[in-house]
Nanobody, 119 residues
Framework: QVQLQESGGRAVQAGDSLRLSCAAS????????MAWFRQAPGKERDLVAA???????PDYADSVKGRFTISRNFQNVLYLDLNMVKPEDTAVYFC?????????????WGQGTQVTVSS
């Protein structure tokens, strides 16, 4: 079991940058694959970026490629750097973790942090 807590969400203007963090209750580096999802009002939760358990293979949704960067430290924190944000990036952002040795969906979720981008 692992608990996840996101932070860093806030209201920003288009073109700004911000960093989201996700702190886990235990060490996740080398153990869990992790990801960021987002959910805008009235829409489904979508995968934004994912990273393997060793932190050397990031992957991005086309909509954020070149603007967002996912990374993780060697202990228990996952990051998402958002650059050149757009109004369509407005959403609640969730971090998630899963055991990569099993073919299962993401098992552990945080409560989310709100990002609001004004034009």
């Amino acid at each position: 079991q692992v608990q996840l807590q996101e932070s860093g969400g806030r209201a920003v203007q288009a073109g700004d940058s911000l960093r989201l963090s996700c702190a886990a209750s235990r060490r996740t580096f080398g153990i869990y694959a992790m990801a960021w999802f987002r959910q805008a009002p009235g829409k489904e939760r979508d995968l934004v970026a994912a990273i393997n358990r060793d932190g050397d293979k990031p992957d991005y949704a086309d909509s954020v490629k070149g603007r967002f960067t996912i990374s993780r430290n060697f202990q228990n924190v996952l990051y998402l750097d958002l650059n050149m944000v757009k109004p369509e990036d407005t959403a609640v952002y969730f971090c998630a973790a899963k055991d990569p040795s099993r073919s299962v969906p993401y098992q552990y979720w945080g409560q989310g942090t709100q990002v609001t981008v004004s034009s």
